[in-house]
């Protein structure tokens, strides 16, 4: 089993710029989640998912936004990219509820410049 | 609020000691999970606390809730050089808000 798959592993934007980080999991999760990691801190929530058609904020969603069509797939989107969101982004997900133990991805360095 | 204080920051210890280390909140958690990550990947479940008071288990590694459920803590035995890398607590709060402590930085000398 790949567990959760998150691409790219690296990428650079410029100020202003959009993309989508990709995340998905072949264990048949309900529940999935989005957090970044700032040098020498623990993880953030930024959005999650209970299930398809189902997204919710977390800790600090502002400047992000999700969608969840299937169960396998929770992308992450920035639309107007900010310095500020220079971070490492981990997906992980959960078999039936944020009690349950999580599954992270290898993350997603981000800079923007 | 629902803060989590996690100490040490970091752990310079020689192989074989004992580690200990906690996680403190003035909030109460319904769970407390902690886990590992390595460089450039990450963090991997270690043990996952569901009652106030419980003591779990795994190899050389114990974790306890605290029963005030405020804290946890957890320990690690007889380090050896693969125990090298991050410890996170993370606490769940009202079921819908994971919570995670800024990490101790184990480092283990051969």
């Known amino acids: 089993n790949a567990g959760v798959t998150q691409t790219p592993k690296f990428r650079i934007l410029k100020i202003g710029q959009s993309m989508t980080l990709q995340c998905t999991q072949d264990?048949?999760?309900?529940?999935m989640y989005w957090y970044r990691q700032d040098p020498g801190m623990g993880l953030k929530l930024i959005y999650y998912?209970?299930?398809?058609?189902?997204?919710d904020k977390g800790e600090v969603p502002n400047g992000y936004n999700v969608s969840r069509s299937t169960t396998e797939d929770f992308p992450l989107r920035l639309e107007l990219a900010a310095p500020s969101q220079t971070s490492v982004y981990f997906c992980?997900?959960?078999?039936?509820?944020?009690?349950?133990?999580?599954?992270f991805g290898d993350g997603t360095r981000l800079s923007i410049l | 609020g629902q803060q989590l204080n996690q100490s040490p920051q970091s752990m310079f210890i020689q192989e074989g000691e004992d580690v200990s280390m906690n996680c403190t909140s003035s909030?109460?958690?319904?769970?407390w999970l902690w886990y590992k990550q390595d460089p450039g990947e990450g963090p991997v479940l270690l043990i996952a606390l569901y009652k106030a008071g419980e003591l779990t288990s795994n190899g050389r590694l114990t974790a306890q809730f605290g029963i005030t459920r405020k804290d946890s803590f957890l320990n690690i035995s007889a380090s050896i050089p693969s125990d090298v890398g991050i410890y996170f607590c993370?606490?769940?709060?009202?079921?819908?808000?994971?919570?995670f402590g800024a990490g101790t930085r184990l480092t283990v000398k051969p």
């Open positions: 909030s109460i958690f319904n769970t």
């Open positions: 993370a606490g769940l709060y009202n079921n819908n808000d994971m919570r």
């Open positions: 998912s209970v299930g398809a058609g189902i997204t």
């Open positions: 992980a997900s959960s078999k039936t509820g944020m009690n349950q133990p999580q599954h």
């Open positions: 264990m048949n999760h309900n529940y």
